[in-house]
C-alpha cells in the first residue's frame, strides 16, 4: 500500500510540473538590436507627405514567384509582416518566411547558411552592424533602386550601409540609445530628500554615468523587487553596452591598426562600472541572461528606476495593458562619461538581398514595398525611428497634435542624440565574432571571476589572433 | 540490395564525416569559407584552450551526476510499477509524459522554474518561508549546473523506467514464488533476483541515456547558453559558439572530433558491457 501511495505521489509531482509547466509570459520583443546612424541622420523636417500608397497600382510581372524570407521576429515587428498579404495581392507574387527569429539568430542562421551554399533566401532581414559579414554572399542594390527612389532615405545610414562601392542595404528603421527613467521615482519628494542627504546634490535624471550609478544603488530596494537598473547581458548585447560607456569615458575598441584597445585604462574602469553594478546586487541576479527583450520588460514591469534602452520600445511602454511604467516614465540623451563624451550606440535595421536569389527583381520590388513611405509611417508610429525624410515629418507633425509632451520630446531627443551622440560598430566583418570573444569576458568580469584587467586583457589577446588570422595586420 | 544501402550510407554518414575531418585540419571560417590547410593546429589550440578543457570536464561530471539520477530515480520507478497491480496502464502513460515533450520545451520549462525573479522554485521557496531574496539558480556555477540537471533527470527518467519496467516484467514469476518459499524478503529478491536478471536492460538504457545525456544540447542551450562567462559551458554548447558565433569552422570540427572520439570510446564500453551482461 505504501509503495502504491509513494508511486502515486511521485507521479502526481511529475504531473504537477508538467501542468506548471507553461511557458512564462511571453515578453513582447522589440529592437533585438541597435540601430541608426550618425551625423545628418538627424531627421530634416522634409515636405509634408501625402498618403502615398505603398502599392502603387496592379503589377503583375511577379505572377506566380515565389520569394523565400529570413526575417526578425516577434513582437512590434511583426506588424510589418501583416501588410505582405497586400503586395502579394497586387503582384501575384507569395512570400515564404521561411526562417524567423532574433538578431543573434538569423546572424547564426545566414552565417551557416551562406557558407554552406545551403541559404536558399530572396530576401533577408539585416543590420548595420552584421552585414559586413556577409558581403561575399549579397547582391549590391544600387542596379535595383534609383537616386530617385533613394533620396528619401537618410543619406548618412545609407552611406553606412555602402562598402566597396555597393549598397548592401537598404534601411528598414534605425535606433540609438537613450536613457529611460521613472518619474514617479524621480519625482518622490522624500526620494529627492534622501538622495540628497546621501549624495550631497540634487535627484535629477542621470547627466553622468557617475550620477547613473549613484542613482541605480539610490533605487535598488526602495521598493518591493525594484533594481537600480540593468543590461542586456550577454552576446553582443553586453559588448554594445561596454563599448558604448568605453566611448564616454574616452576608449577605444580597435586602434587605428585595427589592435584591440579596449584593455585601456578606461576600459578597465567601464568593466569594473559593470563589476560594481552586479556586485553590489543594482542589477538583477540573472542581467547576464538578458537580452533586449528582458531587459525592456523588466523596465516595462517597474522592477528597474532607470536604464539604457532604445526609442523602439516606446508605445510598448506606453501602453497600460502591458506596462506599469506607462505614463510614468521620461527620456533623457546618454550620459557623459569620464571624458566628456555622450555616446549613443546606434544603427539600422534593414533588408538585403543573397547573391544567390534567382528573384531579384521581385526580391527587390518587395523590399521597396516593406520601405515605403506608407509601411515606415506604420512602423514609426510603434515607436520605431523612421529612415525616412517624409515619414519623420509626418510623426512630427502627429506629435506635435498628441496629448501626451512626451511624444514630441522624444523625437526631439532622437534627433539631437543621432545628431551628436551617434557612434556605430566598426564595420569590420569580424565585430561579431570579437563581441562573441569579448562578451563571456565581461560577464566574468561582472560575476567576479576574474579581474577586470585580466579579462580584457585575454580577450584583447584573443581578439588580436583572430584579427591576425584575418590578415588585419598583413595590409 | 547492398549497393544502395552502401551509397544512401556513404552520402548522409561517411562523406559529412569526412568532409568535417578534413575540415578539422584547415583554418576555415564562416567569414571566408575557404579551406587553407594548417596541419595540426586546430587541434594544438583546442588542447591549449582552458573553456575547451573546462566544457570537458563539466560534461564528464554532469553525464556521471545525472545519467546515476536518472537511472536510480527510473529504476526506483521501474519497481513500483512492477508491483502495481490496478491502474498500471494509466501510470505508464502517465509517467511518459515527460518524453512527450521536446527537449527545447523542457528547457524553456525549467528555465523560469529556476528564473530567480518570476520562477516557480523562488517563488514556492517564499511561500513557504524558507527564503528571503532570491536564489540565482541559473547563475551560480553549481546551481546552475545542478537546474540543468533537473531538467535533464526529469526528461529522461522516464525512458530508463519503461525498459527497466519492461525487464522486470519478463521475469519468471515461479523465481520470485521460490524465493518466498525459502523466506526471502523484499530487499533480497530484488538484489538477488531482479537485478542480476535486469543487467541487459540496464546497459541498454544506461547506453541510451549517456548518449543522449551526452548530446545533450537544447536544455543547456536554452537555459543557460552555456553560460554566464562558461558556468555550465558543455562540449556541445561550446563547439556551436567556437564554430558558429565565433566563426571557426575549422577549429570547431577539431573539437567535434575529439568530442566523437571520446564517445565512441565510451559506447564501445558499454556495448562490451552488454555482450558480457548478455553471457551472463
Redesign the interface.
Known amino acids: 500500500m505504501f ?2 501511495k ?3 505521489l ?2 502526481a509531482a ?2 504537477v ?2 501542468a ?2 507553461a ?2 509570459a511571453p515578453a513582447p520583443q522589440a529592437p533585438q538590436q541597435p540601430a541608426a546612424e550618425p551625423t545628418q541622420a538627424a531627421p530634416a523636417p522634409a515636405q509634408p507627405a501625402g498618403d502615398e500608397p505603398a502599392v502603387a497600382g496592379v503589377d503583375r510581372r511577379f505572377d506566380g514567384v515565389t520569394l523565400r524570407a529570413a526575417f526578425i521576429g516577434g513582437g512590434q515587428y511583426e506588424k510589418m509582416y501583416e501588410s505582405i498579404k497586400d503586395w502579394e495581392a497586387a503582384t501575384g507574387a507569395k512570400v515564404e518566411i521561411v526562417y524567423k527569429g532574433d538578431g543573434f539568430e538569423i546572424d ?1 542562421k545566414l ?2 547558411d ?3 551554399g545551403t541559404g536558399d533566401y530572396d530576401v533577408v532581414w539585416n543590420h548595420t552592424s552584421f552585414f559586413s ?1 556577409y558581403i561575399p554572399f549579397l547582391e549590391p542594390l544600387e542596379k535595383y533602386f534609383t537616386q530617385e527612389e533613394l533620396k528619401d532615405f537618410s543619406q548618412a545610414i545609407l552611406k553606412s550601409a555602402t562598402r566597396d562601392g555597393h549598397l548592401w542595404l537598404i534601411p528598414r528603421h534605425a535606433d540609438i540609445s537613450v536613457v529611460h527613467y521613472r518619474t514617479d521615482l524621480y519625482n518622490n519628494e522624500q526620494y529627492k530628500a534622501e538622495f540628497k542627504a546621501k549624495y550631497g546634490y540634487d535627484l535629477a535624471p542621470p547627466e553622468t554615468w557617475k550620477q547613473f550609478f549613484d542613482h541605480a544603488e539610490f533605487f535598488t530596494g526602495k521598493e518591493p ?1 525594484l533594481f537600480g537598473t540593468n543590461f542586456a ?2 552576446e553582443e548585447a553586453l559588448s554594445g553596452r561596454f563599448y558604448e560607456i568605453l566611448v564616454a569615458n574616452g576608449g577605444k575598441m580597435l586602434d587605428e591598426n585595427f589592435k584591440p584597445a579596449f584593455n585601456s585604462e578606461a576600459g578597465v574602469k567601464t568593466a569594473q562600472f559593470f563589476r560594481e553594478l552586479y556586485a553590489r546586487k543594482l542589477v ?3 542581467m ?2 538578458l537580452l533586449w527583450d528582458g531587459v525592456a520588460n523588466n523596465f516595462c514591469q517597474g ?1 528597474i528606476a532607470v536604464h539604457n534602452e532604445w526609442f523602439g520600445w516606446y508605445s510598448y511602454f506606453q501602453d497600460p495593458k502591458s506596462c506599469k511604467v506607462a505614463g510614468k516614465f521620461d527620456l533623457i540623451r546618454q550620459p557623459v562619461g569620464e571624458a566628456g563624451i555622450r555616446s549613443g550606440w546606434a544603427g539600422a535595421h534593414a533588408f538585403s538581398i543573397p547573391a544567390s536569389s534567382k528573384n531579384k527583381e521581385a526580391a527587390a520590388a518587395l523590399i521597396k514595398f516593406l520601405t515605403s513611405e506608407k509601411i515606415m509611417y506604420e512602423e514609426a508610429k510603434l515607436g520605431f525611428l523612421p529612415v525616412r525624410d517624409t515619414v519623420w515629418a509626418r510623426i512630427i507633425a502627429d506629435a506635435a497634435k498628441s496629448d501626451n509632451p512626451l511624444d514630441k520630446k522624444r523625437l526631439e531627443i532622437a534627433q539631437i542624440a543621432i545628431a551628436n551622440d551617434f557612434f556605430a560598430p566598426p564595420l569590420i ?2 565585430w ?2 570579437l563581441t ?2 569579448l562578451t ?2 565581461l ?2 568580469i ?2 567576479g ?1 576574474i579581474d577586470a584587467k585580466q579579462g580584457l586583457d585575454e580577450a584583447a589577446a584573443e581578439v588580436e589572433k ?1 584579427l591576425a ?2 590578415g588585419y595586420y598583413n595590409k | 540490395m547492398l549497393a544502395p544501402s552502401l551509397a544512401i550510407i556513404a552520402f548522409v554518414v561517411v562523406f559529412p564525416l569526412v568532409y568535417s575531418f578534413y575540415l578539422s585540419f584547415t ?1 576555415y ?5 575557404i579551406p587553407a590547410w594548417n596541419n595540426f593546429a586546430n587541434y594544438q589550440r583546442l588542447l591549449q584552450d582552458p573553456i575547451f578543457g573546462q566544457a570537458f570536464l563539466n560534461t564528464l561530471l554532469f553525464m556521471f551526476v545525472t545519467v546515476n539520477a536518472a537511472f536510480l530515480m527510473g529504476l526506483f ?1 521501474s519497481q ?2 512492477a ?2 497491480i490496478r491502474g498500471q496502464s494509466l ?1 505508464r502513460t ?2 511518459m ?2 518524453m512527450m ?1 521536446a527537449p527545447v ?1 523542457v528547457g ?2 525549467f528555465r ?2 529556476f ?4 520562477g ?1 522554485v523562488n517563488n514556492v521557496l517564499t511561500s513557504l518561508g524558507l527564503l528571503n531574496g ?1 536564489i ?1 539558480w ?2 551560480d556555477r553549481w546551481l546552475a549546473m545542478f537546474s540543468i540537471g533537473v531538467a535533464t533527470v ?1 526528461m529522461n527518467t522516464p525512458v530508463v523506467a519503461i525498459i527497466l519496467l519492461a525487464g522486470t516484467l519478463s521475469i519468471s514469476p515461479e523465481l520470485y514464488e521460490a524465493a518466498d518459499v525459502d523466506g526471502a524478503n523484499s530487499w533480497q529478491k530484488f538484489r538477488m533476483i531482479t537485478y542480476p536478471l535486469l543487467g541487459p536492460f540496464i546497459t541498454i538504457a544506461l547506453t541510451i541515456l549517456s548518449l543522449d545525456v551526452a548530446r545533450g544540447y537544447d536544455i543547456v542551450s536554452i537555459m ?2 552555456g ?5 555550465t559551458e558543455l562540449l556541445w554548447t561550446y563547439v556551436p ?1 567556437v564554430a ?6 575549422g577549429l570547431g570540427a577539431a573539437m567535434s572530433f575529439v568530442t566523437v572520439i571520446v564517445t565512441v570510446a565510451f559506447t564501445l564500453y558499454l556495448f562490451r558491457q552488454l555482450l558480457k551482461s548478455r553471457i551472463l
Open positions: 509503495r502504491h509513494s508511486l502515486v511521485l507521479i511529475g504531473i510540473l508538467a506548471c509547466a511557458p512564462p547564426k552565417k551557416t551562406f557558407a554552406a559579414q523587487g547581458g550577454k538583477p541576479a540573472d547576464t541572461s522592477n566583418a569580424e561579431i565574432p562573441n570573444i563571456p569576458k560577464q566574468a561582472m560575476l571571476d583572430m588570422e584575418a | 583554418s571560417t564562416l567569414l571566408r569559407p520507478l513500483a510499477l508491483r502495481t501510470l502517465l509517467l509524459v515527460p515533450f520545451m524553456f520549462q523560469w522554474f528564473n530567480d525573479q518570476v516557480l532570491s540565482p541559473l547563475v526529469w543557460t547558453g553560460g554566464p562567462a562558461h558556468r559558439r558558429i558565433q565565433e566563426s571557426k569552422f
